[in-house]
């Protein structure tokens, strides 16, 4: 598919939004490596983190492709800052306990699964055949993350109570997942991202009937700023997170690992 | 009487009666006649058993020498079942604890290649020691009490992973030497008398196979890299390669378990023959990525066909074990850490399960 240069910087801009979601959640999830719970669970975030992480990688290589100067997706991840990480500021929020990682996750593999089956059917063959793949990761990320938020929230009254905060702490940041700006108008207009409007309203479904069941309540609706974190307007966890990411691969630039 | 005979016959641990004293007061006692009713019954019911566990123990000696393999279901000593669980129990221990040292530097990676490869190694490690921990149960203990013992440093683990991770050359030295010595013993523990444990192995030992290639293919990649990539993994070696001799234990001579371990062939080596193999091995490929092992004896022998080394420093290796290694402590912190902030969700998890039950009923 040729593609005028605009369209190409759109589908860019969206790719790297693709990506920087999945490398930043897959780096968080990746923290809880041998500190989990229980020993399966070692297993299965480690599993999610690389499977996100393994995402990340091709959506970024996939950019760095289409962006055509000559970057790679290491470039992409390691040299980029800040400002120019265009992933949702829901995923760079801290672990803070087993309760924030589930709610996290849950609200995250809800959206991912949406976007990734809209993909699915993308005239971009590259894009579609990425999506498909990621999708049966992401549903069973899904299933998994939902299981857990049956179990937290209608475990124990401490459990409930746990992941009740979790849910009041973390929603704030939902609402700019389903902002449709300009980058977003333009693929949809060209046909290569499928049309998303009604994606909240879906994504409230699912998030509304796990709630009914896990005992939980959703929060009141008063979303009083806006993030912006697509434009790479981030929380302040961010930079460190890329800190820690960075360290390695900035202090010793030109050597190969 | 009754208490000096049931002293007598409680006495299960002596064989018989070998003690001149009891001898005595046995033939004094055997003129009463109830005494003498109850020792015959003592005879067939005590020694009976123990004549037949001694026949057990025989027929199981013959089976570990003509190399059948032990299953969960079958009769076993008592020592041999203790024994297994006490190796087992460490080495899903060491499986679990060792995931941390190389978890330190997964957010690092300086490539997203490489922190998918250790991401995945890490989490293969969480694998065996779940896989460990299943094996270990077969022998009619919990996972809970085994991982309570490790909790109050009652357990054991292999002292390597008492040391810290410094640079992102560990990652490639611990794969390609720890994983290395570990093959060693574990290609020799495949073989060994107990059906799970020897099963486990050979699937883990696949694995870890994976990660010494991987590891090594890391250091092949620094030592041929920048003059600061050079240097940082031959730091790494020198900080590792005693740590990882350390890791086939004290000489046969100081090894109280060994004999009797071999004589069941729960171990078909011993320590100072598999030390032996993994110096025969690992020299040619340290040499052949251009690194020195910091051992000024190292020197090959021709008449042995085999790599001379120095002697270790075993007061060092008695300390690690002891307690006072650089991260004994951390290590265990981090593993209470995790058992505590977990509580909840146990408890969550198991809550949950007991409602759908409920629920289910109804
Ligand atoms: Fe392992
Ligand atoms: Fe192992
Ligand atoms: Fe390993």
């Known amino acids: 598919m040729k593609l005028d240069n605009n369209v190409k910087n759109a589908l860019f801009e969206f790719l790297l939004r693709m990506g920087d979601d999945r490398l930043i959640l897959g780096h968080r999830l990746s923290e809880w490596c041998g500190h989990a719970p229980v020993i399966e669970e070692d297993i299965a975030l480690g599993n999610i983190a690389l499977d996100l992480i393994g995402q990340a990688s091709a959506f970024l290589n996939f950019a760095a492709g289409v962006e055509g100067k000559g970057r790679t997706e290491d470039d992409l991840a390691y040299f980029r800052n800040e400002t120019e990480f265009k992933n949702l500021q829901l995923v760079e929020q801290p672990n803070v306990d087993f309760a924030h990682t589930i709610v996290r996750q849950y609200f995250f593999d809800v959206y991912s699964n949406l976007v990734l089956t809209n993909l699915t059917s993308c005239p971009v063959n590259e894009l579609?055949?990425?999506?498909?793949?990621?999708?049966?990761?992401?549903?069973?990320?899904?299933?998994?993350?939902?299981?857990?938020?049956?179990?937290?929230?209608?475990?124990?009254?401490?459990?409930?109570?746990?992941?009740?905060?979790?849910?009041?702490?973390?929603?704030?940041?939902?609402?700019?997942?389903?902002?449709?700006?300009?980058?977003?108008?333009?693929?949809?207009?060209?046909?290569?991202?499928?049309?998303?409007?009604?994606?909240?309203?879906?994504?409230?479904?699912?998030?509304?009937?796990?709630?009914?069941?896990?005992?939980?309540?959703?929060?009141?609706?008063?979303?009083?700023?806006?993030?912006?974190?697509?434009?790479?307007?981030?929380?302040?966890?961010?930079?460190?997170?890329?800190?820690?990411?960075?360290?390695?691969?900035?202090?010793?630039?030109?050597?190969?690992? | 009487m009754i208490i000096v005979f049931l002293k007598v016959i409680n006495n299960k641990d002596r064989f018989f009666i070998n003690n001149k004293i009891e001898k005595q007061i046995i033939g004094i006692l055997l003129d009463v006649d109830w005494f003498k009713l109850l020792y015959y019954i003592y005879l067939e019911i005590i020694v009976g058993d123990k004549m037949e566990d001694e026949k057990k123990l025989s027929e199981f000696q013959r089976r570990i020498n003509s190399g059948e393999v032990i299953e969960p279901k079958d009769w076993m000593p008592e020592r041999y079942r203790k024994q297994l669980i006490r190796m087992m129990g460490q080495h899903a221990h060491s499986e679990y604890v060792g995931m941390l040292p190389e978890a330190n530097w997964i957010t690092r990676a300086p490539s997203l290649r490489r922190k998918l490869i250790l991401l995945a190694k890490v989490q293969d490690e969480a694998g065996h020691g779940l896989y460990l921990y299943s094996a270990t149960e077969t022998l009619g203990v919990d996972r809970k009490d085994l991982l309570e013992q490790l909790l109050e440093g009652k357990a054991k683990y292999s002292s390597i992973f008492n040391y810290p991770t410094l640079s992102w050359a560990d990652m490639g030295v611990i794969g390609w030497l720890v994983d290395g010595a570990a093959i060693v013993n574990q290609t020799v523990l495949a073989k060994s008398s107990y059906g799970p444990y020897s099963r486990a192995m050979v699937r883990i030992c696949k694995e870890e196979n994976f990660h010494k290639k991987q590891g090594y293919e890391i250091v092949a990649t620094l030592a041929k890299g920048t003059p600061e990539q050079k240097k940082m993994v031959q730091d790494s070696v020198n900080r590792f390669w005693w740590p990882a001799l350390m890791m086939f234990g004290p000489h046969d001579k100081e090894s109280p378990n060994s004999a009797e371990l071999m004589r069941w062939k729960v171990k078909l080596k011993s320590n100072d023959e598999l030390r032996q193999r993994f110096v025969d091995l690992t020299v040619p490929q340290a040499r052949a990525v251009g690194l020195t092992l910091p051992d000024p004896e190292l020197k090959y022998n021709k008449e042995r066909r085999s790599w001379d080394f120095g002697e270790i420093n075993w007061d060092e290796f008695y300390n690690v074990i002891k307690g006072n290694g650089p991260m004994n402590k951390e290590r265990i912190k981090a593993r209470k850490e995790a058992h505590e902030n977990g509580a909840w969700v146990r408890e969550a998890a198991e809550a949950y399960a007991a409602k759908h039950k409920i629920n289910r009923k109804i």
């Open chain 1, 128 to 257: 579609a055949g990425m999506a498909s793949k990621s999708l049966k990761e992401s549903k069973y990320h899904l299933r998994h993350s939902k299981q857990w938020l049956l179990r937290l929230g209608d475990g124990t009254d401490l459990s409930n109570e746990k992941t009740q905060n979790a849910v009041n702490n973390l929603w704030r940041f939902t609402k700019e997942i389903f902002d449709i700006d300009e980058t977003e108008k333009l693929l949809i207009e060209k046909g290569i991202v499928p049309e998303m409007s009604g994606f909240r309203e879906k994504w409230l479904d699912s998030i509304n009937k796990t709630f009914m069941e896990a005992k939980l309540k959703l929060p009141e609706d008063n979303l009083d700023f806006s993030a912006g974190s697509r434009n790479g307007f981030h929380t302040e966890h961010l930079g460190h997170l890329l800190a820690e990411m960075q360290i390695l691969a900035r202090s010793y630039p030109g050597a190969k690992w």
